[in-house]
């Protein structure tokens, strides 16, 4: 298939540039598959779409306030360091701006609890760097740092918090897992009393999930790989439920994407810690999904590709024209949908 195959125009003016005032007051377009028919509701009803038997798996990894400010030592024009990830103790790979600025052996200034030295220049333009800091980093971090939001996000998010999940508690992801934005502690707690089950997997989230689809087939496109883990017991949850008949519903395409993973390799859910670099896109045959949570993704992103594969290419194209057409609100801070 063709990454051409997944174009849409998109207004400009309906990329959401901040939350809803009201977490679970954001609309809800609901997708039927089997019908292609869709209903416009808000996120609050998703309470009546789920069933007691049902099993909702979340995804509880929580946003590094990874974005940082400092300056080389001696100088004092403002560097610009990301992030992203951890790979020997205190030495993390990092997007840094202006690179010129930043060369081999160069030391940053955060503050006086934090400071790094520029040990390797990856070939991408990726800095590792070696922090220097006392304890533990992420106390640092919270006081220090700002989420790293998306580049299409323009506006300043003024409460932190709304870029993490009410139940974000596994530290480590580049960015949002953004359709559990939308559940607040009130409405999980009516899912709960309906009798529906709630799962908790953890797959930090890359930046890699931003990454354009520059390979005009699809199928030549390099996936990011991403970490994940599920537990014994969310995994015997998730299996008690299936095999009574309930669905299994994932939150966000992280969630799709550890579910699927597991029950490629293993061929069903059982706890399991791994790095997956899975590529959903149509003709992909589903294992473990039953009906997903999501937002509403960029053009020609392999997250459409995912949903795609899912409800059919030219399904979900519709609805997103209805969606474009009704006004619905874009991307991490956007409308979401239930397709089931």
């Known amino acids: 298939m063709k990454k051409s195959d997944f174009y849409f125009e998109l207004p400009e003016e309906l990329i959401a540039q901040h939350p809803n005032e009201r ?27 789920i069933q007691p038997e049902d099993v909702l798996v979340i995804n509880n990894t929580k946003v590094l306030p990874a974005r940082l400010f400092g300056h080389r030592e001696g100088r004092e024009e403002s560097i610009e360091v990301l992030l992203l990830k951890e790979g020997a103790p205190k030495v993390w790979d990092c997007l ?100 529906v089950a709630i799962a908790q997997l953890t797959l930090h989230v890359g930046l890699g999930t931003f990454r354009p689809v520059q390979e005009e087939e699809i199928e030549d496109h390099l996936m990011h790989r991403e970490f994940y883990q599920l537990d014994e017991q ?64 960029l053009p020609e992103s392999t997250l459409i590709m995912l949903i795609a594969a899912f409800t059919g290419r030219e399904e979900i194209l519709n609805a997103y024209g209805h969606a474009i057409e009704e006004k619905y609100r874009f991307f991490s801070f956007g409308d979401a949908m239930f397709i089931d």
Not at 262 to 270: E, P
Request: glycine share 8%; proline share 4%.
């Open 23 to 49: 977490r679970d007051g954001s609309r809800l377009l609901h997708l039927k598959r089997q019908t292609g028919a869709w209903e416009d509701l808000h996120f609050y009803d998703l309470l009546d779409l």
């Open 96 to 195: 840094v701006r202006p690179g010129k600025k930043l060369k081999l052996g160069v030391r940053v200034i955060f503050s006086r609890e934090l400071s790094g030295t520029v040990v390797d220049i990856l070939e991408d333009g990726v800095r590792q760097i070696r922090l220097d800091y006392e304890g533990s980093l992420y106390p640092i971090l919270d006081e220090l740092g700002t989420m790293p939001l998306p580049p299409y996000i323009k506006e300043r998010l003024e409460d932190q918090s709304r870029y993490q999940t009410v139940y974000a508690k596994d530290m480590g992801s580049a960015a949002a897992p953004t359709a559990g934005l939308h559940f607040t502690p009130e409405l999980l707690e009516k899912i709960r009393q309906k009798g």
């Open 234 to 297: 969310t995994a015997q949850l998730i299996n008690e439920r299936k095999a009574a008949g309930g669905r299994v519903i994932a939150v966000g395409t992280t969630s799709i994407r550890t579910l699927e993973s597991i029950a490629r390799k293993a061929g069903s859910i059982v706890a399991d810690a791994d790095w997956t670099d899975i590529f959903i896109y149509p003709g992909y045959e589903f294992k473990a999904v039953d009906a997903i949570v999501t937002n509403f993704h």
